[in-house]
């Protein structure tokens, strides 16, 4: 497996409240991705990196934040959570395809739940 | 906008058959990816299809793609259990040079059943 952890696994939390969810990865991939899968919907991007502080967004930005300081780590905030943001988060990693003829890998996923 | 459109969303199909399951997409794009997910789970990496005509087998299912038409396949031959699951194609979302944000169509949800 792709060395990528994703922390928290679960959270319950409540409407209103801040949230960050992490992605470490041991790959030393420059690409990085924030997607959330809702059924109906297949997997969404939110955000990239394409390197440290190097972020852009997707195609599902709103209410979304990202920072990347560090290589390994990308962290993904809800600065004020609301019940629509209730889903499960994959992060995944890449080297960039036209170089490396690879694919993105997953994570293991967040289940995000706001009350 | 660019859509990618799987069909169908729901297969069940008996052991030992043969099916196969469709990708449309809306824009030019020569790089797909074909993921399955099992439930609960990461999705895993099956197939990266890099230019037209590409063709990749792996046990009992083999993908192709169609650039000219937009289209990509995955095939089933001979289905068991073990292929249950849900699988997912990716194509980059601005056709290329490969800026590798990838949208995802919405999955095929496939039973295989005795």
């Known amino acids: 497996d792709a060395g990528i952890t994703q922390s928290p696994r679960h959270k319950v939390t409540e409407t209103g409240t801040p949230v960050t969810l992490r992605c470490h990865q041991t790959e030393n991939h420059r690409y990085m991705y924030w997607y959330r899968q809702d059924p109906g919907h297949g997997l969404r991007l939110i955000h990239y990196?394409?390197?440290?502080?190097?972020?852009d967004k997707g195609e599902v930005s709103d209410g979304y934040s990202v920072s990347r300081s560090k290589t390994e780590d990308f962290l993904l905030t809800l600065e004020s959570a609301t019940s629509s943001q209730t889903s499960v988060y994959f992060c995944?990693?890449?080297?960039?395809?036209?170089?490396?003829?690879?694919?993105?890998?997953f994570g293991d996923g967040t289940r995000l739940s706001i009350l | 906008e660019l859509k990618v459109e799987q069909n169908p969303l729901f297969l069940s199909m008996q052991e030992g058959k043969n099916y196969t399951i469709y990708c449309n997409y809306s824009t030019t794009s020569d790089r797909l990816y074909w993921y399955r997910q099992d439930p609960g789970k990461s999705l895993e990496s099956l197939f990266v299809l890099l230019s037209n005509g590409a063709v990749k087998q792996e046990g009992r299912l083999m993908a192709s793609l169609d650039t000219k038409a937009r289209l990509s396949t995955l095939h089933i031959t001979a289905a068991v259990h073990d292929l249950s699951a849900t699988y997912f194609c990716?194509?980059?979302?601005?056709?290329?040079?490969?800026?590798?944000?990838?949208?995802f169509g919405t999955g095929t949800r496939l039973q295989v059943f005795p």
């Open positions: 990716a194509v980059d979302s601005e056709g290329g040079p490969y800026t590798d944000k990838l949208i």
């Open positions: 990196s394409y390197g440290v502080k190097d972020t």
């Open positions: 995944a990693i890449s080297e960039r395809a036209v170089y490396s003829n690879q694919p993105q890998h």
